[in-house]
């Protein structure tokens, strides 16, 4: 992008956030933004860029407070100002797009309403104005049926149309600064692509400003002017974006550009030995209310067996996970494990059958207790199951957080402390402690950046080799489909197209909805979102 003023619209000095704890997440950290450049903030989970993201609007999470330093927002200090003074720049001056929406979205409210609040409330448009706005930015974010998009709950739409949803929210206001918040980690590549094109169309054509929180370089290189990383809190390296990803400077950075470079270079994993089947949906159908999710599918995953499930957001990808898991019991068709059939409902269930199958919920905010100690949410499933003594339970945990890499004492800590990242890993223990047979990994790596990502599919991958446990991973990241994959299925609008190994779904010739799937997968360099929508505005044409 290219930046359109000189004028420093936010400007971070020195700016430091510790937990009550006396920890420091954020540490004398500066950074000017100019109107119209956008700077990405770089840092494996956990790095303080979220805190970095929160402190620019003066807000520290539960449990954090900012201690030093300055936020200044269009030339005023934003920490001298009084409560009233703050909240009016939040929402007018700078507006956020938090990594999860589903827990930023109020439940009991429908979609519209929570859309049209902040203009609203702070006065700068009447009520059928604001939703003259709202539907226009339902639309340019190609939102099913626009004009009643609103009118639904929070619950009744996909991860992904919550998630573009929530752009609007922020785009209310028409604010000079977004904080974009992984504001792409809940969307398929498809969608990925024309919210990144939008973003880019919004800051230019409104001369504002962003911050965009991500861990994937690629998606970073598509939008960002500039580009600072982050680890432990600490400015590791900020520079041009092309020269942080052609020449970095520092080893940190290195890694991360390598490990990305890498991870695009592996070949096709392949297909694995034909073993029995674990578990088996034959022709089931889910359906919430009179929308029919998923339509006839038969999917198997055999033991030691990856199998992948990748589509576009509201294709029915977790509303299959949910029909396995007896979440959304089968209208017709029917699971089965280790060849004994299933009770639809999960409440139907023995508890070995509710062990032997374990889900990670794509949105961990959501998934984890905010009252429970991480010790509590991962020991349940130990007491639950296992019957263990309290003692037994402890070492337990201890021994399953060391295995998703995080530190014995987390146990004692509350979810609401935590990083997306670590939440993430969190879920990947709980469902490990049941010890199953076959756990459907529902988008378990997309809270998380390039070097944990990795570390986390190097986990699953030893488990199974080592216990022989089966995936059912569903994800929109093909990335991730090359390297751990044994079969692919592809799915569109609740029904599977293509299904078989994936060196062959990855191979020509394709499905045409599978080749703009493979067409649509970031890669390293900042002229390729460019490229992509050229190509295809000639081939449209």
């Not at 119209?36 to 954090?64: D, Q, W």
């Not at 432990?232 to 020449?247: D, F, N, P, R, Y």
């Not at 349940?380 to 019957?387: G, H, I, L, S």
């Not at 060391?402 to 609401?416: C, F, H, I």
Request: some cysteine; glycine content about 8%.
């Amino acid at each position: 992008m290219t930046r359109t003023s000189t004028e420093t619209i936010l400007k971070l000095t020195d700016l430091r956030v510790e937990a009550l704890s006396g920890a420091v997440l954020v540490d004398n950290v500066s950074l000017e933004l100019k109107r119209g450049e956008v700077v990405g903030l770089i840092g494996e989970s956990g790095a303080g860029k979220s805190t970095i993201g929160l402190a620019s609007m003066v807000y520290a999470r539960a449990g954090c407070r900012i201690t030093g330093g300055k936020v200044e927002v269009a030339g005023a200090d934003v920490r001298a100002l009084d409560a009233d003074g703050r909240r009016e720049r939040r929402g007018q001056r700078i507006a956020y797009i938090a990594q999860s929406a589903a827990a930023s979205f109020n439940p009991a409210h429908r979609l519209m309403d929570q859309v049209i609040e902040m203009p609203v409330s702070h006065g700068l448009m009447k009520v059928d104005e604001a939703k003259a706005w709202a539907l226009e930015l339902f639309r340019a974010l190609d939102l099913p049926n626009p004009d009643t998009f609103g009118d639904r709950y929070p619950h009744q739409v996909s991860g992904g149309q919550l998630q573009r949803a929530m752009a609007a929210m922020a785009m209310s206001c028409r604010p000079d600064i977004l904080v974009l918040d992984e504001p792409t980690t809940a969307l398929d590549v498809t969608t990925q692509i024309e919210v990144l094109a939008l973003l880019k169309k919004l800051i230019r054509d409104y001369n504002m400003a962003a911050l965009y929180i991500t861990h994937d370089l690629a998606v970073v290189a598509q939008v960002s002017d500039r580009i600072m990383v982050l680890r432990h809190g600490k400015m590791v390296e900020l520079g041009e974006t092309a020269q942080i990803l052609q020449a970095p400077k520092m080893d940190y950075t290195r890694a991360l550009v390598a490990e990305r470079q890498a991870a695009d270079k592996l070949a096709i994993i392949s297909a694995a030995s034909q073993a029995k089947p674990v578990i088996e949906a034959h022709d089931v159908t889910g359906i919430y209310g009179t929308f029919t999710a998923v339509k006839r599918v038969s999917i198997t995953v055999a033991r030691g067996e990856t199998v992948a499930v990748v589509g576009e957001s509201g294709s029915g990808k977790s509303s299959l996970a949910r029909v396995i898991v007896g979440l959304l019991p089968a209208r017709t068709g029917e699971v089965k494990l280790h060849g004994a059939t299933l009770a639809p409902d999960l409440k139907g269930r023995t508890r070995d059958e509710l062990r032997k199958v374990q889900l990670i919920y794509q949105q961990p905010d959501v998934a984890l207790n905010p009252r429970q100690t991480i010790g509590e949410i991962i020991g349940r499933p130990v007491e639950f199951y296992f019957n263990r003594s309290p003692s037994e339970v402890k070492a337990r945990v201890a021994e399953l957080l060391r295995l998703v890499g995080l530190p014995e004492d987390y146990a004692g800590r509350l979810s609401t402390a935590l990083s997306g990242g670590q939440k993430q890993r969190i879920c990947i223990a709980r469902a490990l402690a049941a010890e199953p047979d076959v756990i459907i990994c529902d988008e378990p790596t997309s809270a998380l950046d390039q070097l944990v990502a990795e570390e986390i599919l190097k986990l699953l991958k030893s488990l199974q080799d080592n216990l022989g446990v089966g995936y059912l991973f569903i994800t929109h990241d093909l990335g991730i489909v090359r390297r751990i994959a044994h079969r692919t299925a592809v799915m569109l609008k609740g029904e599977i197209i293509a299904q078989g190994p994936t060196a062959e779904i990855f191979s020509p010739p394709f499905h045409p909805y599978t080749e703009r799937l493979l067409s649509s997968v970031p890669e390293m360099r900042t002229d390729w979102l460019d490229d992509v929508l050229a190509k295809r505005l000639i081939k449209s044409a």
